[in-house]
């Protein structure tokens, strides 16, 4: 069963490729809407609920990409779906995607969306690969917010995730203190390590000085 059937990349609002499935043309309108509403410019990493529907939306460098999936998918494989698309159109297209206009990559590059939707969807390795992922990125929590409410009231809508500014910021201090602690911790190893050797070598000295009657050894050379 396929649980991503739709998905787009765009700069802001300015969609530049898009794909669904059938019968997904209201998810287009639902993903253009949100699109309009996310809010900021950072980078950031969300998820809306409608129905039986998850909209995932990942912005890295000014370029988002959105996928609609099943909420039985969960989180991890939509968005291993969605590094894997923006790794794949900023590779084929660099800086024209920031000057690019509406729908421009889309002949070409809808046809990358529906073969990574159907790979993510369908094959057994994407949710080990998604998991591996997860396992290497940070820990994000998403929490969901039904779009329906949202965009009947007409609200901006509310970012739901990305606490994780402060949690990347301590997570790099931590690496930081870590490679700050071995590199000392090694340090004194070596300091350590010299002053046995010296003092083994004087200890040494000290043995021969005795066995040979005087400091320069006079019956042992």
Same mark, same amino acid.
């Not at 969300?46 to 039985?72: E, N, P, W």
């Not at 000057?99 to 002949?107: H, K, P």
């Given at each position: 069963m396929t649980t991503i059937s739709y998905a787009l990349v765009a700069r802001g609002s300015i969609v530049l490729a898009e794909y669904g499935g059938v019968g997904q043309a209201n998810a287009g309108v639902v993903a253009k809407q949100i699109?309009?509403?996310?809010?900021?410019?950072?980078?950031? @990493? &969300?998820?809306?609920? *409608?129905?039986? =529907?998850?909209?995932?939306?990942?912005?890295? #460098?000014? !370029?988002?990409?959105?996928?609609?999936?099943?909420?039985?998918?969960?989180r991890g494989?939509?968005?291993?779906?969605?590094?894997?698309?923006?790794?794949?159109?900023?590779?084929?297209?660099?800086?024209?995607?920031?000057?690019?206009?509406?729908?421009?990559?889309?002949?070409?590059?809808? @046809? &990358?969306?529906?073969? *990574?939707?159907? =790979?993510?969807?369908?094959?057994?390795?994407? #949710?080990? !690969?998604?998991?591996?992922?997860g396992e290497m990125s940070q820990v994000r929590t998403v929490m969901i917010e039904n779009i329906d409410k949202v965009l009947e009231r007409g609200d901006k809508l509310e970012l739901l995730v990305d606490k994780t500014s402060n949690m990347q910021g301590n997570m790099h201090r931590f690496r930081r203190q870590s490679r700050n602690f071995r590199n000392n911790m090694w340090w004194k190893n070596v300091k350590v390590m010299v002053i046995l050797v010296i003092l083994l070598l004087v200890l040494t000295y000290a043995v021969f000085a005795f066995v040979c009657h005087g400091l320069t050894l006079p019956s042992c050379i």
């Open positions: 699109l309009d509403r996310v809010p900021g410019n950072d980078d950031n @990493r &969300v998820s809306y609920s *409608q129905d039986r =529907y998850i909209f995932h939306v990942k912005r890295t #460098d000014g !370029i988002t990409v959105l996928c609609m999936a099943s909420d039985a998918a969960g494989i939509p968005f291993a779906f969605l590094e894997d698309i923006h790794v794949k159109f900023v590779k084929t297209y660099g800086r024209a995607c920031h000057t690019a206009l509406a729908y421009a990559m889309n002949d070409e590059f809808s @046809r &990358v969306l529906s073969k *990574q939707m159907e =790979y993510f969807s369908n094959d057994p390795n994407a #949710d080990r !690969i998604s998991r591996i992922k």
